[in-house]
Protein backbone atom coordinates (compact mmCIF):
# COMPACT_ATOMS: atom_id res chain seq x y z
CA UNK A 1 0.00 0.00 0.00
CA UNK A 2 2.51 2.37 0.92
CA UNK A 3 4.77 1.82 -2.24
CA UNK A 4 1.06 2.03 -4.36
CA UNK A 5 0.99 5.86 -2.86
CA UNK A 6 4.77 6.58 -3.17
CA UNK A 7 4.44 6.06 -7.18
CA UNK A 8 1.66 7.55 -7.08
CA UNK A 9 2.45 10.56 -5.79
CA UNK A 10 5.02 11.70 -8.58
CA UNK A 11 2.25 12.00 -11.16
CA UNK A 12 0.24 13.62 -8.82
CA UNK A 13 2.28 16.15 -7.43
CA UNK A 14 3.66 16.91 -11.07
CA UNK A 15 -0.18 17.57 -12.08
CA UNK A 16 -0.50 19.78 -9.03
CA UNK A 17 2.48 21.05 -9.22
CA UNK A 18 1.90 22.66 -12.60
CA UNK A 19 -1.75 23.59 -12.22
CA UNK A 20 -0.85 25.79 -9.11
CA UNK A 21 1.45 27.65 -10.77
CA UNK A 22 -0.87 28.58 -13.68
CA UNK A 23 -3.41 29.51 -11.13
CA UNK A 24 -0.65 31.65 -9.49
CA UNK A 25 0.60 33.07 -12.52
CA UNK A 26 -2.58 34.06 -13.73
CA UNK A 27 -4.19 35.68 -10.59
CA UNK A 28 -6.98 32.90 -10.74
CA UNK A 29 -7.75 31.86 -7.46
CA UNK A 30 -10.95 33.90 -6.97
CA UNK A 31 -12.43 31.83 -9.53
CA UNK A 32 -12.94 29.81 -6.28
CA UNK A 33 -15.34 32.51 -5.05
CA UNK A 34 -17.82 32.41 -8.01
CA UNK A 35 -17.05 28.62 -8.97
CA UNK A 36 -17.31 26.74 -5.75
CA UNK A 37 -20.18 24.70 -6.04
CA UNK A 38 -18.18 23.06 -8.89
CA UNK A 39 -15.49 22.18 -6.33
CA UNK A 40 -18.01 20.59 -4.02
CA UNK A 41 -20.22 18.84 -6.40
CA UNK A 42 -16.69 17.08 -7.92
CA UNK A 43 -15.72 15.86 -4.15
CA UNK A 44 -18.70 13.33 -5.26
CA UNK A 45 -18.71 13.00 -8.57
CA UNK A 46 -14.74 12.18 -8.77
CA UNK A 47 -15.41 9.34 -5.86
CA UNK A 48 -18.15 8.08 -7.93
CA UNK A 49 -16.16 7.64 -11.21
CA UNK A 50 -13.99 5.71 -9.75
CA UNK A 51 -15.79 3.11 -7.59
CA UNK A 52 -18.10 2.61 -10.17
CA UNK A 53 -19.08 1.62 -14.38
CA UNK A 54 -20.30 5.49 -14.10
CA UNK A 55 -18.18 8.67 -15.17
CA UNK A 56 -17.67 12.01 -12.98
CA UNK A 57 -19.82 13.02 -15.78
CA UNK A 58 -22.71 11.49 -14.31
CA UNK A 59 -22.64 13.59 -11.36
CA UNK A 60 -21.47 16.91 -13.01
CA UNK A 61 -24.07 16.74 -15.92
CA UNK A 62 -27.17 16.38 -14.14
CA UNK A 63 -26.06 19.03 -11.41
CA UNK A 64 -24.93 21.46 -14.10
CA UNK A 65 -27.60 21.24 -16.52
CA UNK A 66 -30.77 20.76 -13.54
CA UNK A 67 -29.92 22.23 -10.58
CA UNK A 68 -27.02 25.42 -11.62
CA UNK A 69 -28.81 25.80 -15.24
CA UNK A 70 -25.61 25.09 -16.91
CA UNK A 71 -25.62 25.22 -20.85
CA UNK A 72 -25.84 21.09 -21.91
CA UNK A 73 -22.41 22.45 -23.91
CA UNK A 74 -20.94 23.68 -21.50
CA UNK A 75 -21.61 20.55 -19.04
CA UNK A 76 -20.49 18.37 -21.61
CA UNK A 77 -17.28 19.87 -22.53
CA UNK A 78 -16.28 20.17 -18.28
CA UNK A 79 -17.49 16.37 -18.37
CA UNK A 80 -14.92 15.47 -21.13
CA UNK A 81 -12.02 18.00 -18.95
CA UNK A 82 -12.72 16.75 -15.59
CA UNK A 83 -12.94 13.07 -16.57
CA UNK A 84 -9.82 13.83 -18.64
CA UNK A 85 -7.93 14.26 -15.22
CA UNK A 86 -9.91 12.12 -12.31
CA UNK A 87 -10.38 9.09 -14.59
CA UNK A 88 -6.96 9.29 -16.09
CA UNK A 89 -5.54 9.24 -12.18
CA UNK A 90 -8.25 6.51 -11.40
CA UNK A 91 -6.31 5.05 -14.23
CA UNK A 92 -3.05 5.34 -12.72
CA UNK A 93 -4.18 4.00 -9.83
CA UNK A 94 -5.89 0.59 -11.15
CA UNK A 95 -2.65 0.00 -12.81
CA UNK A 96 -0.46 0.72 -10.08
CA UNK A 97 -2.05 -1.91 -7.89
CA UNK A 98 -2.55 -4.23 -10.29
CA UNK A 99 -6.48 -4.02 -9.88
CA UNK A 100 -7.69 -6.62 -12.31
CA UNK A 101 -8.89 -5.89 -16.04
CA UNK A 102 -10.37 -7.40 -19.00
CA UNK A 103 -8.02 -6.32 -21.82
CA UNK A 104 -10.07 -7.78 -24.61
CA UNK A 105 -13.43 -5.95 -23.27
CA UNK A 106 -10.69 -2.93 -22.87
CA UNK A 107 -9.32 -2.97 -26.07
CA UNK A 108 -12.73 -3.80 -28.50
CA UNK A 109 -14.94 -1.74 -26.92
CA UNK A 110 -12.14 1.63 -26.47
CA UNK A 111 -11.51 1.41 -30.43
CA UNK A 112 -15.62 1.50 -30.81
CA UNK A 113 -15.77 4.17 -28.57
CA UNK A 114 -12.79 6.03 -30.66
CA UNK A 115 -15.00 5.83 -33.73
CA UNK A 116 -17.96 6.47 -31.78
CA UNK A 117 -16.95 9.90 -29.97
CA UNK A 118 -15.63 11.51 -33.08
CA UNK A 119 -18.67 10.72 -35.38
CA UNK A 120 -20.87 12.03 -32.83
CA UNK A 121 -19.05 14.78 -31.85
CA UNK A 122 -19.21 15.91 -35.60
CA UNK A 123 -22.65 14.45 -36.80
CA UNK A 124 -25.05 14.27 -33.93
CA UNK A 125 -24.15 16.67 -31.33
CA UNK A 126 -24.72 19.99 -33.86
CA UNK A 127 -28.47 18.08 -34.23
CA UNK A 128 -29.44 18.21 -30.37
CA UNK A 129 -31.30 20.80 -28.82
CA UNK A 130 -30.10 22.09 -25.23
CA UNK A 131 -33.41 20.64 -23.68
CA UNK A 132 -33.23 17.36 -25.44
CA UNK A 133 -29.74 16.73 -24.53
CA UNK A 134 -30.92 16.84 -20.40
CA UNK A 135 -33.89 14.63 -21.36
CA UNK A 136 -31.35 12.49 -23.49
CA UNK A 137 -29.63 11.95 -20.49
CA UNK A 138 -32.26 10.97 -17.96
CA UNK A 139 -33.33 8.89 -19.93
CA UNK A 140 -30.96 6.95 -21.08
CA UNK A 141 -29.64 6.79 -17.51
CA UNK A 142 -33.02 5.35 -16.30
CA UNK A 143 -32.78 2.46 -18.29
CA UNK A 144 -29.34 2.15 -17.27
CA UNK A 145 -30.48 2.39 -13.39
CA UNK A 146 -33.35 -0.29 -13.94
CA UNK A 147 -30.05 -2.76 -15.87
CA UNK A 148 -28.18 -2.00 -12.62
CA UNK A 149 -30.61 -2.95 -10.45
CA UNK A 150 -31.07 -6.13 -11.64
CA UNK A 151 -27.59 -7.01 -11.93
CA UNK A 152 -27.04 -6.31 -8.33
CA UNK A 153 -30.46 -7.15 -7.41
CA UNK A 154 -32.45 -9.69 -9.03
CA UNK A 155 -30.02 -11.86 -10.90
CA UNK A 156 -28.84 -14.51 -9.20
CA UNK A 157 -25.32 -15.45 -11.33
CA UNK A 158 -21.75 -17.02 -11.46
CA UNK A 159 -19.55 -14.77 -12.15
CA UNK A 160 -15.87 -14.77 -14.92
CA UNK A 161 -13.15 -12.93 -14.42
CA UNK A 162 -11.96 -13.35 -17.91
CA UNK A 163 -14.28 -13.00 -20.74
CA UNK A 164 -14.60 -16.34 -23.11
CA UNK A 165 -13.01 -16.96 -26.45
CA UNK A 166 -15.25 -14.55 -28.74
CA UNK A 167 -15.96 -15.39 -32.22
CA UNK A 168 -15.92 -12.87 -34.57
CA UNK A 169 -19.00 -11.79 -34.68
CA UNK A 170 -19.24 -11.20 -30.52
CA UNK A 171 -15.96 -9.08 -31.31
CA UNK A 172 -18.19 -7.33 -33.30
CA UNK A 173 -21.04 -6.88 -31.05
CA UNK A 174 -18.50 -5.31 -28.49
CA UNK A 175 -17.52 -3.17 -30.69
CA UNK A 176 -20.75 -1.79 -31.76
CA UNK A 177 -21.70 -1.06 -28.49
CA UNK A 178 -18.36 0.40 -27.25
CA UNK A 179 -19.22 2.92 -30.50
CA UNK A 180 -22.83 3.18 -29.75
CA UNK A 181 -21.19 4.68 -26.28
CA UNK A 182 -19.26 6.44 -27.55
CA UNK A 183 -21.71 8.31 -29.35
CA UNK A 184 -23.44 8.95 -26.29
CA UNK A 185 -20.46 10.22 -24.68
CA UNK A 186 -19.88 12.87 -27.17
CA UNK A 187 -23.55 13.82 -26.41
CA UNK A 188 -23.78 13.89 -22.57
CA UNK A 189 -19.88 13.68 -21.51
CA UNK A 190 -20.03 10.33 -20.94
CA UNK A 191 -21.78 6.90 -21.90
CA UNK A 192 -19.18 4.41 -23.19
CA UNK A 193 -18.52 3.20 -19.71
CA UNK A 194 -22.10 2.35 -18.83
CA UNK A 195 -22.96 1.45 -22.27
CA UNK A 196 -20.26 -1.50 -21.92
CA UNK A 197 -19.78 -2.53 -18.71
CA UNK A 198 -23.54 -3.71 -18.65
CA UNK A 199 -23.29 -5.28 -21.83
CA UNK A 200 -20.21 -7.62 -20.75
CA UNK A 201 -21.81 -8.09 -17.23
CA UNK A 202 -25.03 -8.99 -18.24
CA UNK A 203 -24.32 -10.85 -21.43
CA UNK A 204 -20.92 -12.50 -20.81
CA UNK A 205 -21.35 -12.50 -16.62
CA UNK A 206 -17.94 -10.86 -15.81
CA UNK A 207 -17.18 -9.77 -12.77
CA UNK A 208 -18.30 -6.16 -11.71
CA UNK A 209 -14.76 -6.58 -10.13
CA UNK A 210 -13.31 -6.62 -13.16
CA UNK A 211 -15.80 -4.89 -15.58
CA UNK A 212 -15.58 -1.73 -13.22
CA UNK A 213 -12.25 -0.99 -13.28
CA UNK A 214 -11.88 -1.59 -17.08
CA UNK A 215 -14.53 0.84 -17.82
CA UNK A 216 -12.81 3.20 -15.86
CA UNK A 217 -9.75 3.31 -18.16
CA UNK A 218 -12.40 3.50 -21.17
CA UNK A 219 -13.71 6.10 -20.12
CA UNK A 220 -10.78 8.06 -19.14
CA UNK A 221 -9.37 7.18 -22.54
CA UNK A 222 -12.30 8.55 -23.88
CA UNK A 223 -12.90 11.50 -22.60
CA UNK A 224 -9.39 12.60 -23.03
CA UNK A 225 -10.66 12.02 -26.83
CA UNK A 226 -13.67 14.15 -26.20
CA UNK A 227 -11.45 17.48 -24.71
CA UNK A 228 -8.96 16.94 -27.32
CA UNK A 229 -11.83 16.85 -30.33
CA UNK A 230 -13.34 20.17 -28.37
CA UNK A 231 -10.61 21.89 -27.23
CA UNK A 232 -8.33 21.98 -30.64
CA UNK A 233 -10.31 20.61 -33.46
CA UNK A 234 -13.83 21.92 -33.15
CA UNK A 235 -12.87 24.62 -30.79
CA UNK A 236 -15.98 24.54 -29.16
CA UNK A 237 -14.52 24.43 -25.62
CA UNK A 238 -15.88 27.52 -23.59
CA UNK A 239 -14.01 29.88 -21.04
CA UNK A 240 -17.10 29.01 -18.63
CA UNK A 241 -16.03 25.18 -18.75
CA UNK A 242 -12.62 25.75 -18.53
CA UNK A 243 -13.06 28.00 -15.08
CA UNK A 244 -14.93 25.01 -13.81
CA UNK A 245 -12.21 22.98 -14.75
CA UNK A 246 -9.52 24.96 -13.25
CA UNK A 247 -11.31 24.76 -9.72
CA UNK A 248 -11.85 21.09 -9.67
CA UNK A 249 -8.61 19.34 -10.90
CA UNK A 250 -6.96 19.67 -7.06
CA UNK A 251 -10.43 17.75 -6.13
CA UNK A 252 -10.41 14.56 -8.63
CA UNK A 253 -6.83 13.85 -8.19
CA UNK A 254 -7.25 12.32 -5.36
CA UNK A 255 -11.69 11.77 -5.48
CA UNK A 256 -11.11 9.32 -8.17
CA UNK A 257 -8.67 7.30 -7.17
CA UNK A 258 -9.79 7.32 -3.63
CA UNK A 259 -13.03 5.58 -4.82
CA UNK A 260 -11.15 3.12 -6.83
CA UNK A 261 -9.31 1.86 -4.25
CA UNK A 262 -12.82 1.87 -2.18
CA UNK A 263 -14.57 -0.52 -4.01
CA UNK A 264 -12.00 -2.84 -3.63
CA UNK A 265 -13.45 -2.64 0.34
CA UNK A 266 -17.07 -2.18 0.04
CA UNK A 267 -19.42 -4.32 -1.36
CA UNK A 268 -20.79 -3.59 -5.11
CA UNK A 269 -24.13 -3.18 -3.73
CA UNK A 270 -24.21 -0.67 -1.79
CA UNK A 271 -22.98 1.54 -4.20
CA UNK A 272 -25.26 0.30 -6.79
CA UNK A 273 -28.00 1.28 -4.08
CA UNK A 274 -26.79 4.78 -4.38
CA UNK A 275 -26.34 5.46 -7.78
CA UNK A 276 -29.52 3.96 -8.42
CA UNK A 277 -31.50 6.27 -5.72
CA UNK A 278 -29.70 9.36 -7.80
CA UNK A 279 -30.94 8.14 -11.59
CA UNK A 280 -34.36 8.33 -10.04
CA UNK A 281 -33.90 11.11 -8.46
CA UNK A 282 -31.74 12.61 -11.74
CA UNK A 283 -35.33 11.88 -13.42
CA UNK A 284 -37.68 13.30 -11.75
CA UNK A 285 -35.70 16.43 -11.18
CA UNK A 286 -35.54 16.60 -15.09
CA UNK A 287 -39.41 16.57 -15.33
CA UNK A 288 -40.13 18.97 -12.78
CA UNK A 289 -37.54 21.30 -14.50
CA UNK A 290 -38.10 21.04 -18.01
CA UNK A 291 -41.45 20.34 -18.16
CA UNK A 292 -41.29 18.66 -21.37
CA UNK A 293 -44.03 18.50 -23.82
CA UNK A 294 -45.46 16.04 -26.26
CA UNK A 295 -42.72 16.06 -28.76
CA UNK A 296 -39.67 15.95 -25.81
CA UNK A 297 -41.79 13.13 -24.17
CA UNK A 298 -41.65 10.99 -27.17
CA UNK A 299 -38.05 11.76 -28.19
CA UNK A 300 -37.05 10.75 -24.00
CA UNK A 301 -39.57 7.84 -24.43
CA UNK A 302 -37.41 6.40 -27.82
CA UNK A 303 -33.98 6.75 -25.90
CA UNK A 304 -35.38 4.69 -22.92
CA UNK A 305 -35.96 2.04 -25.20
CA UNK A 306 -32.67 2.08 -27.04
CA UNK A 307 -31.04 2.23 -23.29
CA UNK A 308 -33.68 -0.84 -22.57
CA UNK A 309 -31.90 -2.34 -26.11
CA UNK A 310 -28.60 -2.25 -25.62
CA UNK A 311 -28.86 -3.41 -21.86
CA UNK A 312 -31.50 -6.36 -21.82
CA UNK A 313 -32.05 -7.25 -26.00
CA UNK A 314 -28.02 -7.88 -27.33
CA UNK A 315 -27.54 -9.14 -23.93
CA UNK A 316 -29.87 -11.90 -24.06
CA UNK A 317 -27.46 -14.64 -24.59
CA UNK A 318 -25.19 -15.41 -21.68
CA UNK A 319 -21.97 -17.16 -21.89
CA UNK A 320 -22.90 -20.18 -19.26
CA UNK A 321 -18.88 -21.47 -19.04
CA UNK A 322 -17.97 -22.15 -15.69
CA UNK A 323 -17.23 -19.43 -13.25
CA UNK A 324 -16.91 -17.82 -9.69
CA UNK A 325 -18.98 -16.29 -7.54
Known amino acids: MRRNIFLFSFPAATILTGWAFYMAHGNLWLLFSDNWFMTATMVFGSFIAGASSEGGGAIAFPAMTLLFNIEPEVARNFSFAIQSVGMTFA??????????????????????????????????????????????????????????AVVNFINQRKSIEKLPHLSFIQKSELFFVGTLGGVFSSVLGNGLDICTFSYVVMK???????????SVILMASNAIIGFIIHLFFLET????AFHYWLVCIPVVIFGAPLGAYTITLIGRKSIAGILILIIIAQFITAIFVIKPGMDLILFSTLIFVIGIFIFFVITKKRYTGSGVN
Request: proline share 4%; no cysteine.
Open 237 to 240: FQTE
Open 91 to 148: AIWIFISGIKIEKNYLLLAGAGGFIGIIFGSYFIVPLIKPDYAKMMFVSFWLSFGIAL
Open 204 to 214: YGLSEKIATPT
